[in-house]
């Protein structure tokens, strides 16, 4: 190997620490991003023309069952807006797909469910609140809009997971599914597409 003059050494280091502290301000970076796009789908909610509210009465024209999950899906790469609406009726899940902004139902499909999803299905048919009541308290505690809600078993315990948004900010907030209680509300730090 051939000797290295101290000029291309120093030459060497000195481009090692500026790939390190970029690394060190890329970092950050890609948190924001993260930051950025759930705000971005924060103010998309805000603006979408249709409801939460307005898009499970759409599917319900639609689908039949009992309401198990809706949620807001925003798309950042074509920034396209969208509720998906899920019943479950007979051990069958029919999933509802409608514009945001236009009401229109863009796609419609069904699945048999699995047993893990008729175990959890049982569990909120047993449940004393229903999904519509505890969208309505997760809306009141944080005084926003619901743009998701969905009925899960953690721990043996029946809750109500919900996602509202006030401002640009996306707060996760859990019910209590037996006694309409709030458990926990707090700012949603990560976005779990």
Do not use: R
Not at 65 to 91: C, N, P, Q, R
Not at 95 to 124: P, R, W
Request: proline share 1%; aromatic share 4%.
């Amino acid at each position: 190997m051939k000797n290295v003059s101290m000029l291309s050494k120093s030459m060497i280091v000195a481009l090692s620490i500026a790939g390190v502290g970029a690394a060190a301000i890329a970092a950050p970076a890609a948190t924001n991003t993260k930051a950025a796009a759930s705000s971005s789908e924060a103010v998309s909610a805000m603006q979408s023309k249709i409801s939460l509210t307005q898009a499970i009465n759409i599917a319900k024209q639609n689908a039949k069952g009992d309401l198990v999950s809706a949620e807001f899906d925003y798309d950042d790469d074509d920034g396209t807006s969208k509720y998906e609406v899920e019943f479950v009726a007979k051990g069958t899940a029919y999933e509802v797909k409608i514009d945001a902004n236009t009401g229109k139902v863009l796609k419609t499909k069904q699945e048999k469910l699995d047993k893990k999803d008729m175990a959890e299905y049982s569990a909120m048919k047993q449940a004393k609140v229903t999904l519509t009541s505890a969208m309505q308290k997760a809306a009141q505690s944080v005084n926003g809009k619901v743009i998701s809600a969905e009925f899960e078993l953690k721990k043996g315990q029946s809750l109500y997971d919900i996602e509202v948004v006030k401002g640009n900010q996306i707060y996760d907030v859990s019910i209590d599914a037996n006694t309409g209680k709030v458990l926990s509300s707090q700012v949603d730090v990560e976005d779990d597409d």
